[in-house]
């Protein structure tokens, strides 16, 4: 494993006077993420920020209204990654249940159409045929200024929801609902898009049932709890308390067996419980499968996934899903060895590398730029932008993974600002944004975001450093302890899952699997041995017997032949 500097979370929990009922080591924890009161804690739907603080949703909810009472025609366009998908999913069901009967949706090709509302979808909705009389944008559209031109020429009345960061001009849309818009005094910006329409959806049945459409407060649209906690882990979107609400909620569906037939076909594809799991495996197990769609073919399979109402259609949906994913990894782990021969390449060591990485490559797969250019960034613990060509070979497409610290659509936004016509489009995040440059222009683009980004950061913050919560003590190394973690949670992005650090001395040690280091552990604090594993280390490893190891671990309960036992998975070893 590459060398990292670990440091430790203050465990200390301030002096306010909450959380007495919860087991000191949660207190410590929960205090160490920032957490000051029990409400922050309290993960009920009455605890949920109000959809009407979201600027543009009244004129939003009007505008649907209008359409369904008229029986118009309306188009949901998503986008190709799993926030995208859950979005058109909440989308295409929540308006079913509030009437829609003229709904349909299309998902931009990644590879023909790039990202978000283009004037070419408009123009093949015009050709096809398909012009809807109002175009719902989820999870993107608020850098659509000329798609949002192009459909109000055809007379196609616009409504945007997405949660990106906004450009200097706004697409003249006829609303734009998202948080992240001048002027919205909405708590949460942190939403991910599917949690933004989930929000239209709610403001849209309060506004049906005062125009006493429904009996009551009409349908319920926690069935679709299920959706918004995907999407919003999947997206990586932080962790805030409202988004905490949306994930448990979420959970709590699918763990009692209420989610919708595509979520439980692939968490059973991938071997999993859903009664037992945790935001963990919606990020690393269906977050993946679902994405591999948008990535190699149509995210519109993924989609179909998600509203299968037929466990059947769900469960071959989800095979077809999975083998996708499946050649998704070769295709990852392919481009890994050749950028890693592209960094050897450049004759230097980790501290001659460009601070921020531009990577190209002719045979690269556009669909799994993403994962190569994170892989990267995990191994240099740099910035990185990886490109792939479009299929002409004169453009390419970019997908960056930051570093913290470093916000990663502002680079972009500053190199755009010196070297104009440089960048033909760009958006996204602060960790993650896409972008789309001339194939001839790409060492001119390299050398300017290596500048930008020396100028943006210290040298200090290409530090590779390990976060953990400080050791464990030898009686909360238990079985106990891992149970009462995973209950705790939802963990993710900007509320970590706990990671403890320690020193062991290490009893046996092996290889299974090719790759992956099972070992035999005991305390050098005490206690009983306990099972350790880390995975993807390689066949070549230290003898840890020798020296012993420095750990970083997280407890987790592992139940193997019906039998259920504390083992720690390493995310870190070095030689104590």
């Not at 920032?34 to 922050?40: I, L, P, Q, R, T």
């Not at 123009?123 to 459909?151: H, K």
């Not at 599917?194 to 349908?219: H, I, S």
């Not at 998704?328 to 390449?345: C, F, H, N, V």
């Amino acid at each position: 494993m590459t060398p990292r500097k670990i440091i430790r979370r203050s465990l200390s929990a301030n002096s306010a006077n909450w959380g007495q009922s919860l087991p000191p080591l949660l207190r410590r924890l929960y205090a160490a993420r920032g957490v000051e009161s029990d409400a922050e804690l309290a993960y009920t739907l009455q605890h949920l920020a109000s959809p009407f603080d979201l600027r543009g949703i009244d004129r939003a909810v009007e505008l649907i209204a209008d359409a369904i009472e008229k029986q118009q025609k309306i188009l949901i366009l998503g986008d190709f990654d799993a926030d995208g998908a859950t979005s058109t999913t909440v989308a295409m069901l929540g308006l079913q249940m509030m009437g829609a009967r003229y709904l349909d949706f299309r998902v931009p090709s990644r590879f023909s159409d790039g990202y978000g509302l283009t004037a070419g979808i408009i123009d093949r909705l015009e050709a096809d045929g398909a012009v809807p009389d109002l175009l719902i944008t989820v999870d993107n559209g608020i850098a659509a200024n000329e798609g949002v031109e192009a459909a109000r020429r055809l007379g196609i009345k616009v409504v945007v929801t997405d949660h990106h960061l906004p450009g200097e001009t706004l697409p003249a849309a006829d609303a734009i609902v998202n948080p992240n818009q001048k002027g919205c005094p909405f708590l949460s910006k942190n939403a991910a898009g599917v949690g933004v329409m989930f929000y239209v959806l709610t403001a849209l049945r309060r506004y049906l049932a005062e125009q006493g459409k429904f009996e009551g407060k009409g349908p319920n649209l926690g069935c679709l709890l299920d959706l918004v906690a995907l999407g919003t882990v999947a997206d990586v979107v932080p962790l805030d308390q409202n988004n905490r609400i949306f994930v448990e909620q979420g959970l709590r569906r699918i763990r009692k067996g209420e989610a919708r037939p595509g979520i439980l076909a692939l968490l059973d594809v991938a071997g999993r419980d859903h009664t037992r799991i945790s935001a963990t495996d919606l990020g690393f197990v269906v977050g993946p499968r679902l994405n591999a769609a948008g990535r190699l073919d149509d995210m519109s399979v993924g989609i179909a996934c998600l509203l299968a109402d037929n466990p059947d259609e769900a469960c071959r949906l989800a095979v077809e899903l999975d083998h996708m994913n499946r050649e998704r990894r070769t295709i990852e782990t392919g481009m890994k060895e050749q950028a890693q021969e592209l960094l050897a390449s450049l004759s230097l060591d980790q501290a001659g590398l460009p601070w921020g990485l531009a990577l190209f490559d002719t045979d690269w797969h556009q669909g799994v730029i993403g994962i190569l250019a994170a892989r990267i960034r995990e191994q240099t613990h740099r910035p990185v932008i990886a490109f792939a060509p479009d299929e002409g070979g004169e453009m390419l497409k970019g997908s960056a993974r930051s570093i913290p610290g470093l916000h990663i659509r502002d680079v972009l936004a500053a190199v755009a600002a010196r070297h104009p016509g440089l960048l033909h489009k760009f958006g996204g995040h602060a960790m993650a944004a896409g972008m789309t440059i001339s194939a001839a222009d790409f060492q001119t683009f390299a050398d300017a975001f290596d500048a930008v980004v020396r100028e943006s950061i210290a040298e200090e913050a290409l530090e590779a450093v390990i976060t953990t919560d400080g050791p464990l003590a030898a009686d909360e190394l238990t079985l106990d302890t891992a149970l009462v973690l995973r209950r705790s949670g939802p963990w993710g992005q900007h509320f970590p899952e706990p990671s403890f650090d320690g020193e062991f001395d290490v009893i046996s040690q092996r290889i299974v699997g090719e790759r992956h280091l099972k070992l035999v552990l005991k305390s050098r604090s005490g206690g009983d041995v306990i099972d350790g594993i880390a995975f993807n280390t390689g066949a070549e490893v230290s003898d840890f017997t020798l020296t012993g190891a420095r750990v970083v671990y997280k407890p987790d309960a592992n139940t193997f032949r019906g039998r259920t036992q504390l083992q720690l998975l390493i995310d870190y070893i070095e030689p104590a």
